[in-house]
């Protein structure tokens, strides 16, 4: 059961840490104080210390998780099985607070991340209580005992909105180009890819190996991006531009071929800006040398 809340009022953003005691205490309180020290502008709602005597506990703990900016929920082996004593699973019992929070969370749009403890799997929709089953959508972060820094790390990046600083023209080289001439570069390749034709396909990558892909299907090009090889924080970001911006759809979540697809119309010129825009928002920059191209059919 999550104890996580705080009456005190302040403007600042919240981080609401969801848990069931009975499965992963221990790692809730940890995963607690590490973002304390690494989020220092975002309170961390964790512990019942906070609460004042007499108040309503329940009140006090559906109010903390509407005004939090960000709700973790932690899930280990235990999270989705555990059981009332009568044998009922806590998930499907309607005044289980930790089900209680994240339908809160669902409804106030807070940012929702699911944290799987080491090789703990996401819980698919259909293990999932119907009130609470859009979590099985969310991007779930794996949270390792072997690799827990690092890991808290990327979380904690992802909460505060710290990103790798993009390199400036100065510290580029001779050899950098403006973005204008990228386009440039990137229309003649897109217009090659249109002369191969159906079952043709482009991949574009840069000096430090990342890369998009393109695939010619008629009279549409569709964006393929994998997921496998992107951090938490560029899936995220990846799936708020091809999913959200783009119309695209997340193919295979959860599995390590997952991938990001979204169909355009065969126009070079936005091609060549959607290429731009898939590095400056996931990779976080924009290539300042010419993209490697490999044109090639199925």
Same mark, same amino acid.
């Given at each position: 059961?999550?104890?996580?809340?705080?009456? &005190? =009022?302040t403007? =600042?953003?919240?981080?609401?840490?969801s848990?069931r005691r009975?499965?992963?205490a221990?790692?809730a309180?940890?995963?607690?104080d590490?973002l304390?020290?690494?989020?220092?502008?975002?309170r961390?709602?964790?512990d019942?210390?906070?609460?004042?005597?007499?108040?309503d506990?329940?009140?006090?703990?559906l109010?903390?998780?509407?005004?939090?900016s960000?709700?973790l929920?932690?899930?280990g082996?235990g999270w989705?099985?555990?059981a009332l004593?009568?044998?009922v699973?806590?998930l499907?019992?309607e005044?289980?607070l930790?089900?209680?929070?994240i339908?809160?969370a669902l %409804?106030?749009?807070a940012q929702?991340?699911?944290?799987l403890?080491d090789?703990?799997?996401m819980?698919?929709?259909?293990?999932l209580?119907p009130s609470i089953?859009?979590?099985?959508?969310?991007n779930? /972060?794996?949270?390792?005992?072997s690799?827990?820094r690092?890991?808290?790390?990327?979380?904690?990046d992802?909460?505060t909105? %710290?990103k790798?600083?993009?390199?400036?023209a100065e &510290?580029?080289?001779?050899?950098s180009? &403006?973005?204008?001439?990228l386009v440039?570069?990137?229309?003649?390749?897109f217009?090659e890819?249109?002369?191969r034709g159906p079952?043709?396909?482009l991949? /574009?990558?840069?000096?430090?190996? %990342?890369?998009v892909?393109f695939?010619?299907?008629?009279?549409s090009?569709?964006?393929?991006?994998?997921?496998?090889? /992107?951090?938490?924080?560029?899936?995220?970001?990846?799936?708020?531009?091809?999913?959200n911006?783009?119309?695209?759809?997340l193919?295979?979540r959860?599995?390590?071929?997952?991938?990001?697809l979204a169909p355009?119309d065969d126009?070079?010129?936005?091609l060549?800006?959607?290429?731009?825009?898939?590095? %400056? =928002?996931v990779?976080?920059a924009?290539?300042?040398?010419?993209l490697?191209?490999?044109?090639?059919?199925?």
């Open positions: 059961m999550s104890q996580g809340f705080s009456l &005190t =009022s403007s =600042s953003p919240s981080v609401f840490v848990y009975s499965d992963s221990p790692w309180g940890r995963l607690a590490a304390e020290a690494l989020c220092a502008d975002h961390v709602i964790f019942v210390a906070s609460l004042e005597p007499g108040a506990f329940t009140k006090a703990l109010a903390s998780v509407e005004s939090a960000f709700v929920v932690i899930i082996r989705l099985t555990a004593p009568s044998g699973r806590r499907d019992h005044g289980d930790v089900r209680t929070e339908e809160t %409804r106030s749009g929702l991340i699911p944290v403890l090789d703990t799997p819980p698919s929709a259909s293990d209580p089953r859009p979590m099985a959508a969310r779930a /972060l794996q949270l390792r005992h690799s827990f690092s890991d808290v790390k990327v979380l904690a992802f909460i909105g %710290r790798q600083p993009n390199k400036t &510290t580029q080289g001779p050899s180009m &403006t973005e204008a001439e440039t570069t990137l229309i003649a390749t217009q890819l249109s002369k079952d043709s396909f991949i /574009l990558e840069d000096d430090q190996g %990342r890369f892909q695939v010619h299907e008629g009279n090009v569709t964006l393929d991006l994998p997921l496998q090889n /992107l951090s938490y924080l560029q899936a995220l970001n990846a799936e708020a531009l091809i999913v911006q783009y119309g695209g759809s193919e295979g959860g599995l390590p071929g997952a991938l990001l355009f126009d070079p010129v936005h060549s800006h959607v290429t731009i825009e898939v590095f %400056r =928002s990779h976080g924009v290539p300042s040398r010419p490697r191209p490999t044109l090639s059919q199925f």
